[in-house]
């Protein structure tokens, strides 16, 4: 994958900087290893330090030190992890700060507008990470609901007129069905890469292993596909 900042070989493995930093390492060190792209999460980011004091050292690789690509995580991961801290709804997500309990709202427009102020390379749409277990019933809403917001996160980045790489998440629980399903309307959408998402939630590794047994070949051969942990 070619960016404006650098060229990253695949397979390749990305290391974590949830808050703007991987945790006991310098950038150069991060370099050293051979780590070529880096992950920071937009709704942690949003809250600390705050996107404003990152845009004012220029944008999150400023911030950073680190002038190589990076690829921002929504925040739909915390539609999961903060269960008992958020509130659902077709225009969005109320969360609550696990900083200090504010009240924060995130939809797809804000979380594509946050990612571009960080000057993320790889914008990833906003998504709900369906929970597990989940009967059907649910996991379908919650794809459905998933694919609206991935067509408004597209629509607002080409608002932008942001031309960094936008990637979809395809969704659907456990089931082959939801994710063929899934896949195939983010297709029809179009993004720059594709991501596997709702795995790594507390399913059994047999269940993640069957989803994976089939799902990457629904997803186009000439283009990044990316398996979220």
């Given at each position: 994958?070619?960016?404006?900042?650098?060229?990253?070989?695949?397979?390749?493995?990305?290391?974590?900087?949830?808050?703007?930093?991987?945790?006991?390492m310098t950038p150069?060190?991060?370099?050293?290893?051979?780590?070529?792209?880096?992950?920071?999460?937009?709704?942690?980011?949003?809250?600390?330090?705050?996107?404003?004091?990152?845009?004012?050292?220029?944008?999150?690789?400023?911030?950073?030190?680190?002038?190589?690509?990076?690829?921002?995580?929504?925040?739909?991961?915390?539609?999961?992890?903060?269960?008992?801290?958020?509130?659902?709804?077709?225009?969005?997500?109320?969360?609550?700060?696990?900083?200090?309990?504010?009240?924060?709202?995130?939809?797809?427009?804000?979380?594509?507008?946050?990612?571009?102020?960080?000057?993320?390379?790889?914008?990833?749409?906003?998504?709900?990470?369906?929970?597990?277990?989940?009967?059907?019933?649910?996991?379908?809403?919650?794809?459905?609901?998933?694919?609206?917001?991935?067509?408004?996160?597209?629509?607002?980045?080409?608002?932008?007129g942001n031309n960094?790489?936008?990637?979809?998440?395809?969704?659907?629980?456990?089931?082959?069905?939801?994710?063929?399903?899934?896949?195939?309307?983010?297709?029809?959408?179009?993004?720059?890469?594709?991501?596997?998402?709702?795995?790594?939630?507390?399913?059994?590794?047999?269940?993640?292993?069957?989803?994976?047994?089939?799902?990457?070949?629904?997803?186009?051969?000439?283009?990044?596909?990316?398996?979220?942990?």
């Amino acid at each position: 994958m070619i960016f404006a900042r650098g060229m990253v070989e695949t397979p390749a493995f990305m290391p974590v900087g949830t808050y703007g930093t991987v945790k006991a390492m310098t950038p150069e060190e991060v370099k050293g290893i051979g780590a070529q792209i880096i992950l920071g999460n937009t709704f942690h980011l949003s809250i600390t330090p705050g996107t404003e004091v990152i845009k004012a050292h220029g944008d999150l690789h400023d911030f950073m030190h680190w002038q190589g690509p990076i690829l921002t995580d929504s925040g739909g991961f915390q539609v999961f992890s903060l269960g008992d801290m958020r509130k659902i709804s077709e225009a969005g997500v109320d969360f609550r700060s696990p900083k200090d309990g504010a009240k924060i709202f995130m939809g797809p427009e804000e979380s594509i507008k946050i990612q571009s102020d960080l000057g993320a390379d790889i914008v990833m749409i906003f998504d709900e990470c369906t929970p597990y277990p989940a009967d059907k019933a649910t996991a379908d809403q919650s794809m459905q609901l998933s694919l609206r917001w991935a067509q408004r996160s597209k629509d607002t980045h080409q608002a932008l007129g942001n031309n960094n790489a936008l990637f979809g998440i395809v969704q659907g629980g456990m089931y082959e069905d939801l994710r063929q399903q899934s896949a195939k309307k983010l297709i029809e959408i179009e993004f720059d890469g594709y991501a596997i998402g709702g795995l790594s939630v507390g399913e059994p590794k047999e269940a993640m292993i069957k989803v994976l047994d089939f799902l990457p070949e629904q997803l186009p051969k000439d283009k990044p596909r990316y398996l979220m942990g």
